[in-house]
């Protein structure tokens, strides 16, 4: 189906309005948790990414990931890293996640573009559940989403692409600004164990410690960081849609 060449008006930004006031509607109601769940393992598994990523930039490999029923999700690199090569790992989760959000908002403002951002995700999801999801319920969750968002990419209006592009964009940088709020606590809940969190891994990085300064100061840095990188956002994505308007 041939796409809109100049799908937005000048100055409106309607996909990414409607994206992110459903988003934080959503998050309010009671039933919100259940409708906005594949995005919380979509969410999830870009968290993950962002870990194994970086694993294979500073040298130590990407082993395997795990994606939970509960949202939580766990990283394994092949080799230990130094405190360098710790830290870079440590953040890459919190502040990959909404880097993601920025680059997808950026693309949803034309369909074309879009639907082939959908595609690329949904193949990056389906490489990843089929060569590096160890565990089954991230294996088959994944997969669901990896031939979910291929479908969309391939065969949806490019408006409705644009805005299912949008979305997913708004509940990367809502969802890390949400998630940011457990690295407070004092540890961890995945998969039903207590485990100490990425701020605790930064802190004994770059401090030598674990102490709650240390957590507190890497968790408030990370926040500023995904509140910064959402700012960002909404003036590229303005940015972009008024050079495409009409």
Same mark, same amino acid.
């Given at each position: 189906m041939a796409d809109e060449p100049h799908p937005w008006r000048a100055g409106e930004l309607r996909g990414l309005a409607l994206a992110l006031l459903a988003s934080l509607i959503l998050l309010q109601l009671p039933m919100g948790g259940y409708l906005l769940y594949p995005f919380k393992v979509l969410g999830t598994w870009l968290h993950e990414i962002s870990h194994g990523i970086v694993m294979l930039l500073v040298g130590v490999g990407f082993d395997r990931m795990d994606v939970y029923a509960d949202g939580s999700g766990l990283a394994f690199a092949d080799a230990t890293a130094d405190n360098g090569g710790k830290a870079l790992i440590a953040a890459a989760g919190y502040m990959g996640t909404p880097l993601w959000g920025v680059v997808l908002l950026w693309l949803g403002q034309d369909p074309r573009t879009a639907r082939? !951002?959908?595609?690329?995700?949904?193949?990056?999801? +389906?490489?990843?559940? $089929?060569?590096?999801? $160890?565990?089954?319920?991230? =294996?088959?969750?994944?997969?669901?989403? $990896?031939?979910?968002?291929?479908? !969309?990419?391939?065969?949806? /209006? +490019?408006?409705?692409?644009?805005?299912?592009?949008?979305?997913?964009? !708004?509940?990367?940088?809502?969802?890390?600004?949400?998630?940011? &709020?457990?690295?407070?606590? /004092?540890?961890?809940?995945?998969? +039903?164990?207590?485990?100490?969190?990425?701020?605790? =891994?930064?802190?004994? #990085?770059?401090? +030598?410690?674990?102490?709650?300064? $240390?957590?507190?100061?890497? *968790?408030? #840095?990370?926040?500023?960081? #995904?509140?910064?990188?959402?700012?960002?956002?909404?003036?590229? *994505?303005? &940015? &972009?849609a008024r050079k495409t308007a009409v």
């Open positions: 082939r !951002a959908l595609v690329v995700i949904g193949v990056l999801l +389906g490489i990843t559940a $089929a060569l590096f999801i $160890a565990n089954s319920f991230g =294996q088959r969750s994944v997969g669901v989403l $990896a031939v979910t968002l291929c479908a !969309a990419g391939l065969f949806l /209006p +490019g408006r409705i692409a644009a805005y299912l592009c949008n979305f997913i964009a !708004a509940q990367a940088c809502i969802g890390a600004l949400v998630d940011i &709020r457990v690295l407070y606590r /004092p540890f961890l809940v995945v998969d +039903g164990q207590q485990r100490g969190s990425d701020a605790h =891994q930064m802190a004994e #990085a770059t401090f +030598g410690t674990s102490e709650r300064w $240390a957590i507190v100061f890497w *968790a408030s #840095a990370w926040l500023v960081w #995904a509140l910064a990188l959402l700012f960002v956002a909404i003036r590229l *994505a303005a &940015r &972009r």
